[in-house]
């Protein structure tokens, strides 16, 4: 897919899925600013597209807006907007009968509200260059019940999906498109406790029915189509990427 002289922001770009996107953006001729807390990754791809690291917090709206502003002021544009940042707090994320609540507060403002704060200062750039593409990030895991419950993390990816809804209708005169993943099972740093692990690896896949647990890349792979012109008739939806998982009765 061509994304020569586009601009793109891409938050969680530190590591993972964001840096996978941002990469393969950069090697479809994108400029790319990619936002995230952590230090720049080592061995940025910058080629054939511009890379922009910018090391902020989410949770800071003017930072955002900051970084935004002079992304679109150095390339003259803004074209895609990638949310894939986000917080799972495995043993402190719990239900919501015993979620300490200023946890269950700090864990909407990381993984929903960052999303207002990119989206608010995304739609008037994109409008001065006559449209745009969004692709938010929630999880398959929003879409069940848990009888491990990670309350805080499951209603804020919820919460994602009907915003990106009402992103995609408000701005459809704009020519703004707003989509959402959903990803499955995925090997990434936000899923360590699995890295050095081939035992808890082996189980999760065998509940996955393609048989292994997906990659980065192939969040990627989804997510720049949903950017691309390929999709230009695709907005307001959700894309399943999960190997099956949520097909299984």
């Not at 969680?12 to 790319?32: E, F, P, T």
């Not at 061995?43 to 992304?71: C, I, N, S, W």
Request: glycine share 12%; with cysteine; net charge negative.
């Amino acid at each position: 897919m061509e994304f020569s002289g586009k601009s793109a922001f891409v938050t969680g770009g530190g590591g993972g899925m964001g840096l996978n996107i941002a990469q393969d953006l950069l090697r479809g001729g994108a400029n790319v600013t990619l936002f995230d807390l952590k230090p720049a990754p080592a061995g940025l791809d910058e080629g054939p597209g511009k890379a922009t690291y910018v090391q902020g917090d989410l949770t800071d709206e003017p930072r955002v807006g900051k970084a935004m502003a002079q992304t679109f002021d150095a390339n003259g544009r803004l074209d895609y907007l990638v949310n894939a940042a986000g917080v799972l707090l495995l043993g402190q994320d719990k239900s919501l009968v015993e979620i300490d609540l200023d946890l269950w507060d700090r864990v909407l403002v990381i993984d929903l509200k960052s999303m207002v704060h990119t989206v608010r200062h995304a739609v008037p750039l994109m409008r001065k260059n006559g449209g745009g593409a969004m692709v938010h990030f929630s999880s398959v895991q929003c879409l069940r019940g848990d009888d491990q419950p990670q309350d805080g993390y499951q209603a804020s990816k919820a919460a994602m999906v009907a915003l990106s809804k009402s992103i995609a209708i408000q701005f459809a005169a704009d020519y703004i498109r707003s989509n959402v993943i959903y990803p499955g099972p995925t090997m990434t740093p936000m899923q360590a406790r699995w890295e050095n692990n081939p035992e808890a690896q082996a189980a999760v896949a065998g509940r996955v029915p393609l048989g292994r647990i997906g990659t980065s890349q192939d969040m990627s792979n989804a997510c720049l189509f949903l950017l691309s012109e390929k999709a230009s008739f695709i907005t307001g939806t959700e894309l399943i990427v999960d190997g099956g998982v949520m097909a299984k009765p």
